[in-house]
């Protein structure tokens, strides 16, 4: 029997690093060798209509075992990609038998320190195994955990019968890590009343809440002319937008200052010029109405600087990044209160915690498929210290399969 460690070790091998600067589907060409692999794994173990489409979605179904009508069809999704910010290429996966606590220094590079100090969640894994990558790249447990606990427990629902249970559907995706996960997800295809994407960290995570984001451009427009003949006459719009930076909220509503259910308000990226600079501002908050708040000060506060600035001139534009999935989760109580259960049947404390992020849960959410976040076991994302733990893995693979009895039985 093929366990979630041998899947783990096999696919964090493959190369599937997105781009966000490529405007192909998806991104790179190397994440469609692993999705027409798993394709392949999947026929494997006994799922006959596992396919690939033409964005690179890979979709199966579980079918039903118990003779029950009316039990919903559920679904589990995880995605093939790693994150650009770290490279992601021959990972040479490291396997820590029976942790004990002391630093794991990396081999490839002597910097790169597994420390229980800057750690805390390792010091739940003393006696565990622990899985790194060798200092020169990422691990790409983010989120090849998850797709190796769903497969794992796909083979173990084919092979196990008995287990009743609905027809189950699950998804691997591209691109999530870009944002574009979700673009050509199709919703009415996959065909579940719910979802759960397996992307989450620590033991027992189960995660409703995202935030709600927008983006916003302030655009200032000054005049530019020569700068020896410009007295008088020059509206030097880099200096607006200092000002109107100046001005944004700093010991409150910033990432640097807050945490828990604060939103926030947080510049992120200039282009300047004398005659235009535009800056690009994150908007954030749990509670979508006070998006709107937050957006009203930032344009009042971008107002005041051009006003403070004769003859500049300001443009305000605001777009919508994504919503809270609470928003709809609330609406089907169940699909939470169920991931909630089979936790607790797997052993494990129930852990809420708020995504201080979005998920292609949160835009899957507005598109019709509920879908909450479960842990995976991941650890240290986008880092060249990302580990997970092999019995964590094992723990989400329990609780996979316990969803599905408990959505059969309810
Ligand atoms: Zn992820």
Redesign the pocket.
């Known amino acids: 029997m093929t366990t979630v460690l041998d899947r783990f070790l096999r696919y964090v091998q493959y190369d599937t690093q997105s781009d966000e600067t490529s405007s192909s589907y998806p991104s790179t060409a190397t994440q469609l060798v692993l999705l027409r692999d798993l394709v392949d794994e999947l026929h494997a173990i006994g799922l006959a209509d596992a396919a690939i489409d033409e964005h690179g979605y890979v979709m199966a179904t579980i079918p039903a075992t118990t003779t029950k009508a009316d039990v919903p069809v559920i679904g589990f999704i995880a995605?093939v990609d790693t994150s650009p910010e770290m490279p992601g290429e021959r990972v040479r996966p490291i396997v820590h038998r029976r942790y004990d606590g002391t630093d794991i220094v990396l081999p490839d590079d002597p910097a790169a320190v597994l420390r229980l100090a800057d750690n805390p969640a390792l010091a739940e894994q003393i006696g565990h195994d622990i899985v790194t990558a060798s200092g020169a790249t990422l691990l790409g447990a983010?989120?090849k955990a998850g797709v190796a606990e769903i497969v794992t427990a796909a083979a173990y629902l084919v092979s196990h019968p008995d287990v009743p249970h609905g027809a189950v559907r699950i998804a691997f995706t591209p691109d999530?890590?870009v944002g574009r996960g979700t673009k050509h997800f199709d919703v009415a295809r996959f065909g579940a009343r719910c979802a759960y994407t397996v992307?989450g960290g620590s033991l027992g995570e189960v995660e409703v809440e995202s935030f709600s984001a927008d983006a916003m451009t302030v655009t200032f427009h000054g005049f530019n002319t020569h700068p020896g003949y410009a007295r008088g006459r020059m509206i030097n719009a880099i200096k607006v937008a200092a000002d109107f930076i100046h001005r944004l909220p700093d010991t409150e509503m910033s990432p640097e200052t807050t945490e828990g259910h604060d939103g926030f308000v947080h510049p992120y990226v200039v282009q300047a010029s004398v005659e235009r600079t535009s800056v690009k501002l994150l908007i954030r908050d749990f509670q979508t109405a006070a998006l709107k708040d937050k957006e009203a000060i930032v344009e009042r506060l971008a107002r005041e600087a051009a006003t403070a600035h004769p003859g500049a001139r300001v443009e305000i534009g605001v777009e919508e990044s994504y919503r809270n999935m609470r928003d709809v989760l609330d609406r089907h109580p169940e699909v939470a209160a169920h991931a909630r259960e089979a936790v607790r049947r797997a052993g494990l404390e129930v852990r809420n915690r708020l995504i201080r992020g979005g998920t292609d849960g949160s835009r899957l959410s507005f598109m019709g498929l509920p879908t909450p976040n479960l842990f995976a076991g991941?650890h240290n994302?986008h880092s060249r210290l990302e580990w997970v733990s092999v019995q964590d893995m094992e723990k989400a693979v329990e609780v996979i399969v316990h969803l599905c009895r408990i959505w059969a039985s309810s």
Do not use: L, S, T
């Open positions: 995605h983010d989120d999530e890590e992307d991941e994302f």
